[in-house]
C-alpha cells in the first residue's frame, strides 16, 4: 500500500520560514504529478503548488514566497516558505498522482496533514 507522510510543520513568527517534506513509501512505479494543499478551519482546501510535466505552478498567495521541489530518487517533495503570515495559518496536505505497483493507472495520494502556524 502506498502511504505519503508529511513532516516539518510547526510555530514561526510573521516572516520567518518552514521546509516542509512529503515522503511516498510502499511499490510506486513513477509519479505522474506532486503537490501540496492547505486547509483552515471551516475553510476548504486549496492548492499551494504542484508540479507536472516538470513545471511548478502555485496560488496567488504563494508566489515569489513558497517553493516547491522534489527528489524523484527518493520519491520525496518538499515545500520551502519563507515570509510566512498569519493568513498561513493551516494544516498542509501533500498529494500525489502516481502509478501504484498493484495498478497501470494514475491514481490520487494524500497524506496525512502537518500543522502550521504562524504567530500573530
Known amino acids: 500500500q502506498v502511504q505519503l507522510v508529511e513532516s516539518g510543520g510547526g510555530l514561526v513568527q510573521p516572516g520567518g520560514s518552514l521546509r516542509l517534506s512529503c515522503a511516498a513509501s510502499?511499490?510506486?512505479?513513477?509519479?505522474?504529478?506532486m503537490g501540496w494543499y492547505r486547509q483552515a478551519p471551516g475553510e476548504e482546501r486549496e492548492l499551494v503548488a504542484k508540479?507536472?510535466?516538470?513545471?511548478?505552478v502555485y496560488a496567488e498567495s504563494a508566489k515569489g514566497r513558497f517553493t516547491i521541489s522534489r527528489d524523484n530518487g527518493k520519491n520525496t517533495w518538499y515545500l520551502q516558505m519563507n515570509s510566512l503570515q498569519s493568513e498561513d495559518t493551516a494544516v498542509y496536505y501533500c498529494?500525489?498522482?502516481?502509478?501504484?505497483?498493484?495498478?497501470?493507472?494514475?491514481?490520487?495520494?494524500w497524506g496525512q496533514g502537518t500543522q502550521v502556524t504562524v504567530s500573530s
Open positions: 498529494n500525489a498522482d502516481l502509478i501504484p505497483g498493484s495498478g497501470w493507472h494514475p491514481a490520487d495520494y
Open positions: 510502499g511499490s510506486i512505479i513513477s509519479i505522474v504529478a
Open positions: 508540479i507536472r510535466g516538470g513545471s511548478p
